[in-house]
């Protein structure tokens, strides 16, 4: 059941979201969220716990009907559509595979329900566990498989349908550490393969960078900031932005004046100038990532003004410093500064950075 | 010291199953009896009076009846129960939690009071004393206990097996008899044939609600009446038989679900 009619164009975005709200009570869930997946795309929904992206996937999905705005999938209007008429189909946090079932019948489930033959299905259910590495499980029970083999069997029996769409919620969220990594690789590589657009939801920021291909940050029921991960990351659009998806340090201050393309901002930490544009007296942010953060000068790089180390975590390659601006206490630098750096708490340094490196924030 | 403790743990255990079994080892060893008069000295073994019964058409007509009230009651039983159950797991339903102890109160009414109530409510309506009439009965003191058993088991990753199968194409219905069902067989079977169990033994509503055509219990009953005999011994051995296979069914399907 593909949504396409014939004579339909396919150029346009895939999934097309415009002006989402939903509201679960009083609570105000999702608030005019819009969104287009791109086909063959991994798109990455990333946010903490109540931040809308569940219930966004659960609007694709069918699962929920929005109080606004509408869901188009290769043109067609889905807002309203149950899940069972939908081009979609998803990977559930805890899989819900049927356990009264063989791997082999969870997997042609969706094929059964279609109407495609015993033959037919027997051979897409084959080729669909080959695909995730499960070929020889096609008659065992679920309760018989690993976490991790589990999730792949949900992953083969939401692909074998062929959705324009794979949803998958939190679906790493069940295994542990190493595991967890361990599938992030595979989920990639095997959406490569399959050219199926993926929309993933997570709160496990490194998940997000290493999977998206477009990565949707989103809080408090608004998307704060979308792009590929390398932007969100290294241009970071809002505070919550710079803090969610890695970590920042972030110094307040107002537009003193603006230059030929820079201008000038009075600090925390005193006056500092960079590239960008805006309005005199506008409240601005900057956050600075702790890679960017020096104990001594480079070429190009200014003071951020003396610092007392308050933690120092030793993390391997580098080590996570923590220092307070003496200038403003409300000012906690994060700097990631190489082993051999010997700081210890209690030291005052001065901080530095690039002004290249400080992204500049209005909100 | 020792010794004597577990002489009288021994003696305890003894007395309890004796206690429990006792009768019942009685009634069958009497069920073999040659002569006509249950009482010792044991003269049998003989299979006469459980030929008696097997002849006899009345006895054989109640046995009858009985069976196919236990499972035609039990089979409308389990599926309102299951409904009903559904429905409390599926939906926000408003008062569900007072709803759902009124479904389960008649399980702490006694039995005298529901077939008295039932007795005046038919009478009022006009439905004549019948099997009819008694598996009606059978229903309401059944149903609670099967929508009891079938909610308990109804937890979220029910929800979520029905959800995934919503999403995989499947219709409402096909939703219910491919995975709800299945899912909840092991409940579905145990509460079945507990309500057999309950309603094959049950005598007070059968006894108020029946008159010509009535269940092996009651007619057990008219049996008693003309006093003991080796024939109600065999009668009630072989209703405890079929009691007995019921209870080891059950723990079957019980024993095979905690294996899986």
């Known amino acids: 059941m593909t949504g396409t009619l014939p004579g339909q164009s396919l150029s346009g975005p895939l999934v097309e979201i415009r002006k989402l709200s939903h509201s679960f009570g009083g609570h105000k869930a999702l608030n005019e969220v819009s969104l287009t997946v791109e086909p063959g795309s991994y798109t990455v929904l990333l946010g903490p716990s109540g931040s809308g992206k569940t219930t966004l996937l659960s609007i694709i999905g069918g699962f929920v009907h929005p109080n606004e705005g509408s869901v188009f999938i290769r043109g067609n209007d889905f807002t309203r559509a149950p899940p069972a008429r939908r081009p979609t189909a998803t990977v559930f946090q805890d899989y819900a595979l049927f356990p009264h079932l063989t791997v082999g019948n969870n997997v042609g489930f969706g094929l059964r329900m279609r109407g495609v033959p015993r033959a037919a299905r027997a051979s897409k259910v084959r080729d669909a566990l080959a695909m995730v590495g499960l070929a020889d499980a096609i008659h065992k029970r679920p309760h018989q498989l690993s976490g991790g083999q589990r999730q792949r069997v949900a992953l083969a029996r939401a692909l074998v349908v062929e959705p324009a769409v794979l949803l998958l919620d939190e679906p790493l969220g069940a295994l542990d550490l190493k595991l967890r990594r361990q599938m992030q690789d595979e989920l990639k590589a095997l959406q490569k393969r399959v050219g199926t657009a993926f929309i993933h939801v997570t709160h496990d920021q490194e998940e997000a960078m290493a999977l998206a291909d477009h990565c949707v940050v989103m809080s408090d029921g608004r998307i704060e900031d979308q792009g590929p991960a390398e932007r969100v990351y290294s241009r970071p659009a809002s505070r919550f932005s710079a803090t969610f998806m890695g970590e920042s340090t972030l110094i307040s201050g107002k537009i003193l004046d603006l230059g030929m393309d820079e201008i000038r901002v009075d600090t925390q930490v005193g006056p500092l100038s960079l590239a960008g544009a805006g309005e005199p007296g506008f409240d601005v942010s900057l956050a600075i990532r702790p890679e960017h953060i020096t104990l001594v000068p480079e070429s190009g790089s200014v003071s951020l003004g003396e610092a007392v180390v308050t933690d120092v975590v030793f993390q391997g390659s580098f080590k996570r410093v923590l220092a307070v601006s003496t200038r403003d206490p409300d000012v906690t630098f994060i700097a990631k500064l190489r082993s051999s750096y010997g700081v210890a708490i209690g030291d005052k340094v001065e901080l530095y950075a690039t002004p290249a490196d400080m992204v500049l924030l209005s909100r | ?260």
Not at chain 2, 121 to 139: D, R, T
């Open chain 2, 1 to 260: 010291m020792k010794t004597a403790g577990k002489i009288l743990v021994s003696a305890y255990a003894l007395a309890i199953y004796g206690f429990i079994f006792l009768p019942v080892i009685v009634l069958v060893l009497f069920s073999l009896q040659a002569s006509s008069f249950p009482i010792p000295p044991f003269t049998g073994p003989s299979l006469r009076w459980y030929e008696a019964v097997l002849s006899d058409r009345r006895l054989m007509s109640a046995l009858f009846n009985s069976v196919v009230l236990a499972g035609l009651s039990s089979a409308v039983a389990v599926t309102l129960g299951f409904l009903a159950a559904w429905g409390f797991a599926r939906y926000h339903l408003p008062r569900s939690s007072l709803m759902r102890a009124l479904i389960t109160l008649p399980l702490t009414v006694s039995y005298l009071i529901i077939g008295m109530g039932l007795l005046i409510v038919f009478n009022w309506a006009g439905v004549p004393k019948s099997l009819l009439a008694a598996g009606i009965g059978h229903v309401v003191i059944n149903l609670p206990l099967c929508f009891a058993i079938i909610y308990s088991q109804m937890g979220d990753n029910q929800v979520n097996f029905e959800r995934a199968a919503r999403d995989l194409g499947a219709s409402e219905w096909k939703v219910l008899f491919l995975v709800s069902v299945p899912v909840l067989w092991p409940a579905i079977f145990a509460s079945f044939f507990l309500s057999m169990t309950f309603s094959w033994d049950e005598f007070v509503i059968a006894f108020l609600l029946t008159r010509f055509d009535t269940t092996l219990p009651v007619e057990i009953w008219n049996l008693l009446r003309s006093g003991l005999n080796p024939r109600t011994n065999a009668i009630g051995s072989l209703v405890f038989g079929v009691s007995i296979v019921m209870a080891l069914l059950l723990e079957l399907v019980f024993l095979r679900r905690t294996r899986r």
